[in-house]
């Protein structure tokens, strides 16, 4: 046995190996040693003051958040999974799962794949607390998928349909095919300018600040915390 | 909802900023829930213990008792506290569940106690966390069984009455499963053990030879040959009285074809089948050699012993569970002996006037040897014979010691497993219902919602604000955020059944002309009482569309609707956790399905369910053509009250 060389793991030697230890009453290894690799990764955020100063919240907002945020996920990060299963809660209709991901993306400002609480607390205060120009800064951030500073048709119908996709299937009118696409058009043409096909993040803006309906729908996220 | 939704609505709604700039309508303005002053600390007091815990770890849960306005009928003003004049030592466990999202069951508490305090807390027991379930389970079902074992014993005392209808067969039936619910049952019982048993020692007793004390030279002479017809007449008594029970149990049972194939009474025919097959069977030698044989299936009838021992019942069981390992213990045991047998017969060839003259003759040392027995019959001569026979018997220990325990460990893990695996699946459809049933729950809350008009900015009148104002901060914000994603898409929710209605409806050949001759009604308190259109007749209403467009059908139809149909209300705001359907919140939600008197019969029934279809107060301001499909009842005050409208 000793002498098979490392190498060798043609089945004769694993038959050989095995029936040694069959011979010998050796059993295999136990996995014991995997249970302890258990990962005890554990994100602790910044100090609370240090939070204060970056975002916009108050030290009682912060405590609020965290403390919500860290009975549901003591570890302290959130991964794309646990993010999806939390967002499909609010849309028990349809499949949330898609625009969860391009949600997680957003929020993800580092791309480490985890959402930690000082992403989540910049991205809401950005969204709660931020100007409008924020805001929208932020809508557009989550639209260019690829993060390259214009939002091409493909985007956007992507980002469309997942929104589709969360209204589900039983809705009024009911859901046609071309629906996204009709309405990925619409939004070029309100906010290309220059028809160039693609819609930057000036363009993008000025759009959007001319859009009454949009302005007025900003005091939306004047009071959710 | 789970635990921690009520955490992440805020960052749910914060979301929504990636639909504003793509709404192509305005989106809604947030509700205007007051803002809640922070977080505090409440201090519940049980029984003298303070408890302190934040206020939104007790909200997590809005429909138990802690979570809902339910707790303020046990505020104390003067202390400031919820007092609770329950077990402190309970609570504990009731509190943390607040606090982690998992019920564990205490081990040292009594399961009924511990029930009771989850019933006076609105906790259902599914709630019980994934580690102590089983055994809370177990507990309570031995608890159960412990209950059910005193009703048992309290009935079997009195025995249960039959209802005073019952047939003979069912009396009759009743006394052969039963046999302690009558005397003459009991009698009958007894009868038939008895003479099974007689039955039995005759069978043995007519081989023992007898001295046959007629003849000289004194031969022994079995004692069935001695006395022939002592006992062909005990044995035709007692057949005679078993096939009359055989009928008799034929006649009484519920579903003959199930009795006929059930395993006792193969056994009673093939006790009694004997007897009559020799009756016919003519006298000559060659046949009633093959009939000697039958008289072994007589034995058979110690078996119908069986229903009267549980022991032997539950015997047969456990062997029928076991029939894998015992096959495969027998099947290991003949690989053996046919390998030992072989060696033997072939270590042993060469020696003359050896017992081994065969390889199945040496199957039987081979048995003998493994088993131990080691009669002695046949023994090895030549010395290989004579290692491989010792090598046989050492092996023989191991081949029949192994499997034994662990058929039994195997029998009994195999039989927990079951108990287990099926507890685990019936606990999987229960959650899988559950969540089933939370989803809808949330979309039929939402749905009502809209017809409730939550939606419209500044309701009209009284009667409907309190209906939205009774919904909690939380479902407020959660069904602006679903409204939000409706107005960014431009197409509403619906549910299944209006879905696929529409769907009839578009088939038949686009009658949308339904909203018009809603903003035609006056908008008020009137409006409201109007009729609901109740979702059974709308769904006759198409189906009868669909089959004719026929006037008569039309009518029908109206008469079905003025009867007024009650439906009950969907799961409002108390859903998710709590399976059964919540009872309505309050009068003014209570939704009935009154339908408009349509008076004008010639009316093509299409159209008749427009009529039925509930008005939207303040529906002035849509803008948008979206066309409401509604079929859940809008709140109607009084319900006596029915307008009558016409098309």
Redesign the interface.
Known sequence: MNRCPRRCRSPLGQAARSLYQLVTGSLSPDSVEDEFELSTVCHRPEGLEQLQEQTKFTRKELQVLYRGFKNECPSGIVSEENFKQIYSQFFPQGDSSTYAAFLFNAFDTNHDGSVSFEDFVAGLSVILRGTVDDRLNWAFNLYDLNKDGCITKEEMLDIMKSIYDMMGKYTYPALREEAPREHVENFFQKMDRNKDGVVTIEEFIESCQKDENIMRSMQLFDNVI | ???????????????????????????P??PG?K?TR??EVLVVNVSGRRFET?K?TLDRYPDTLLGSSEKEFFYDADSGEYFFDRDPDMFRHVLNFY?TGRLHCPRQECIQAFDEELAFYGLVPELVGDCCLEEYRDRKKENAERLAEDEEAEQAGDGPALPAGSSLRQRLWRAFENPHTSTAALVFYYVTGFFIAVSVVANVVETIPCRGSARRPPREQPCGERFPMAFFCMDTACVLIFTGEYLLRLFAAPSRCRFLRSVMSLIDVVAILPYYIGLFVPKNEDVSGAFVTLRVFRVFRIFKFSRHSQGLRILGYTLKSCASELGFLLFSLTMAIIIFATVMFYAEKGTNKTNFTSIPAAFWYTIVTMTTLGYGDMVPSTIAGKIFGSICSLSGVLVIALPVPVIVSNFSRIYHQNQRADKRRAQQKVRLARIRL???G??NAFLQYKQNGGLEDSGSGEEQALCVRNRSAFEH??HH??H???K??C??????L??SE??GAVSLGGHTSRSTSMSSQPVGPSSLLSSCCPRRAKRRAIRLANSTASVSRGSMQELDTLAGLRRSPAPQSRSSLNAKPHDSLDLNCDSRDFVAAIISIPTPPANTPDESQPSSPGGGGRTSS??R?SSLGTPCLLPETVKISSL
């Open positions: 909802m789970a635990a921690g939704v009520a955490t992440w609505l805020p960052f749910a709604r914060a979301a929504a900023v990636g639909w504003l700039p793509l709404a192509q309508q305005p989106l303005p947030a829930v803002a922070g977080d934040w939104n606090r939370a989803k809808s949330t979309t914000q959660h955020l679903l939000c994603l409706e960014t898409t197409h509403e929710f619906t549910d299944e209006t879905f529409a769907l979206t066309l499909n």
